[in-house]
């Protein structure tokens, strides 16, 4: 079975540090991995989409590596603001399969 | 703008009523997709269509309905037969039908019964 495993459910941090958001996935046979945004009530906002064949991708604060070797996904934000707090979700395509396999989140708070 | 949208934003349903929600998109996408998301529980598949006229089923289709009569336009009917419809649903969309694409969502619809 093709699941992905975001831990821990919910972290805070102080303003200013890093945010490290790990996302797990059983099979190496993944095609991309996606991150989101998700504000409460809201819909879900993509961040970044990274490749199979690459190795991270970065877009402002935000950076995503993606180790297919040990199935693992990390989403860094540098400086973490307020503005950051949210929920954070992962999602897995996988060769042959028409479905995105959803991480249950992380979800952050990021205190002034 | 380009973009989904889902109306209404909240929707009530009685015991035994169908409900509608509606999903728009003008991106000019091909694939459009139903999630339904409860606490806890992250998001789980009801229903995708690859392509108008066209459609199939999620991982939790029973108690749903869908048609794709045209490209921009994926509604779905929550029917009686759904037993706990009560749950926060999202609509995306992606370029084609597979999953290689990035996806891209709607504000969502929030269902309550009373």
């Known amino acids: 079975k093709q699941e992905v495993t975001q831990i821990p459910a919910a972290l805070s941090v102080p303003e200013g540090e890093n945010l490290v958001l790990n996302c797990s996935f059983t099979?190496?046979?993944?095609?991309?991995l996606q991150w989101f945004r998700q504000d409460p009530g809201k819909g879900l906002t993509s961040l970044l989409l990274i490749q199979s064949s690459q190795r991270e991708q970065t877009s402002g604060r935000l950076n995503a590596s993606l180790d297919k070797s040990s199935g693992r996904s990390t989403l860094y934000i540098a400086a973490s603001q307020p503005g950051d707090s949210a929920t954070y979700l992962c999602a897995a395509a996988y060769y042959g399969n028409n479905r995105l396999a959803f991480g249950k989140g992380n979800q952050v708070v990021v205190i002034p | 703008d380009g973009g989904i949208t889902q109306s209404p934003k909240y929707l009530f349903r009685k015991e035994g009523q169908n409900v509608t929600l509606s999903c728009e998109q003008n991106?000019?996408?091909?694939?459009m997709y139903w999630y339904r998301q409860d606490p806890g529980q992250g998001l789980r598949l009801i229903y995708y269509s690859q392509i108008v006229n066209d459609f199939q089923k999620g991982d939790i289709a029973e108690g749903y309905s869908v048609s794709r009569e045209k490209k921009e336009s994926f509604p779905l009917t929550v029917t009686s037969a759904q037993k706990n419809p009560t749950a926060f649903y999202l609509c995306a969309s992606s370029p084609t039908g597979n999953s290689y694409n990035e996806q891209f969502f709607g504000p969502g619809t929030r269902l309550t019964v009373l």
């Open positions: 991106l000019n996408h091909d694939a």
């Open positions: 099979d190496s046979a993944i095609y991309n």
